[in-house]
T-cell receptor
Framework: KAGVTQTPRYLIKTRGQQVTLSCSPI?????VSWYQQTPGQGLQFLFEYFSETQRNKGNFPGRFSGRQFSNSRSEMNVSTLELGDSALYLCASSSLAGGNTDTQYFGPGTRLTVL | AQSVTQLGSHVSVSEGALVLLRCNYSSSVPPYLFWYVQYPNQGLQLLLKYTSAATLVKGINGFEAEFKKSETSFHLTKPSAHMSDAAEYFCAVNIIQGAQKLVFGQGTRLTINP
């Protein structure tokens, strides 16, 4: 089975721009979660989607948004980029067969640099 | 609120020595705990997870962890370190029933000395 894929792997943007990141989950997985990883704040939960609905959201401003499509692929969007948005953005998928004991499988991440 | 604390942001051991990475959790309900490893420029890979079936959990690459409720700990160990174990390790707890929202510790960078 193919793993979680994220595109693009690297992205450079300037302040004020917006960006869209894409995530394709493992085939059959319906839950997709997004995390932000920075040296200062570590790994922080952004949001989770299941069956095209956002089920949970972390403590991030409204500039961060996401969506999930009927094929479970997910995108996240960051508008009006700030320097502090520079981070590794990780996507994870899970099958949700067993609830919150399910394993989340992570993609390689998208490295976003904001100049 | 549920959280995890990893003691020691950096741990250095010699090749062949015991690896011990510490994780303590706080939780008002039975926790579901995970250890992930991250190699440079890669995503996270699951090492092992605790789901209440057994307190001693064996994972990949020779790692294991023991859930100790009395100590609220879930420390990760490996009897003999290998150079390939050099990476960053994260302890995490899934905090919402039926959902996928991991709360991570700050991570421990493991260095292996030859």
């Amino acid at each position: 089975k193919a793993g979680v894929t994220q595109t693009p792997r690297y992205l450079i943007k300037t302040r004020g721009q917006q960006v869209t990141l894409s995530c394709s989950p493992i085939s059959g997985h319906r839950s997709v979660s997004w995390y932000q990883q920075t040296p200062g704040q570590g790994l922080q939960f952004l949001f989770e989607y299941f069956s095209e609905t956002q089920r949970n959201k972390g403590n991030f401003p409204g500039r961060f948004s996401g969506r999930q499509f009927s094929n479970s692929r997910s995108e996240m969007n960051v508008s009006t980029l700030e320097l502090g948005d520079s981070a590794l953005y990780l996507c994870a998928s899970s099958s949700l067969a067993g609830g919150n004991t399910d394993t989340q499988y992570f993609g390689p991440g998208t490295r976003l640099t904001v100049l | 609120a549920q959280s995890v604390t990893q003691l020691g942001s950096h741990v250095s051991v010699s090749e062949g020595a015991l690896v011990l990475l510490r994780c303590n959790y706080s939780s008002s309900v039975p926790p579901y705990l995970f250890w992930y490893v991250q190699y440079p420029n890669q995503g996270l890979q699951l090492l092992l997870k605790y789901t209440s079936a057994a307190t001693l959990v064996k994972g990949i690459n020779g790692f294991e962890a023991e859930f100790k409720k009395s100590e609220t700990s879930f420390h990760l160990t490996k009897p003999s370190a290998h150079m390939s174990d050099a990476a960053e390790y994260f302890c995490a707890v899934n905090i919402i029933q039926g959902a996928q929202k991991l709360v991570f510790g700050q991570g421990t960078r493991l260095t292996i000395n030859p």
